[in-house]
């Protein structure tokens, strides 16, 4: 399915529940699973370094509410100023943005049960965050050398190649 102008940079697709991401220009597509028709398209606030990530997040409710918590699934994007910002997909959400040290770079990854996301910046360092209604980070892996490859997810952690030749794991 076309999405946006041919001449505009369309990253690698994110998956989700509710369809396909996908990053092109300034927008955010949410595509059909089987038919590839286009279902939500959503402005970005920046123009995007990184494909979309998504993560499942757990919505905590107002303090004295008596609503359960609930799980709302976010698209999360990083832009060329270093800046992250999640887009609800489940329901609507303020994007939520937070700031990392550099540029984005490579593609960003989720643990397999979606909770835990990593983003790595051009400047050697992965951020791992949580899901939860404020995305936080949970720590920073730094690389002397640099990252020299994209990052991985396995079963208990994340995986990321140096500029040193060291293949790290994370978590």
Known sequence: ????????????????????????????YVLDWVTGKQLAAKKLANSVS???AVMDAIIEPPPGSTRPARQNSMA???????MLTAYGLTEKLNPWTGKIDSRSEARPVTSADRKILAFASNNGKVYIYSGSTQPAVLFRF??????????SAGKDGFYIGTGEGVLAKIG
């Not at 730094?142 to 990052?151: C, H, K, Q, R």
């Open 50 to 52: 990184s494909s979309v």
């Open 1 to 28: 399915t076309a999405c946006g102008a041919l001449s505009t940079t369309a990253y690698p697709a994110g998956l989700s529940t509710q369809g396909v991401l996908v990053v092109q220009g300034e927008l955010l």
């Open 76 to 82: 999360i994007v990083g832009d060329y100023t270093g």
């Open 142 to 151: 730094e690389s002397t050398a640099g990252i020299s490859g994209s990052l």
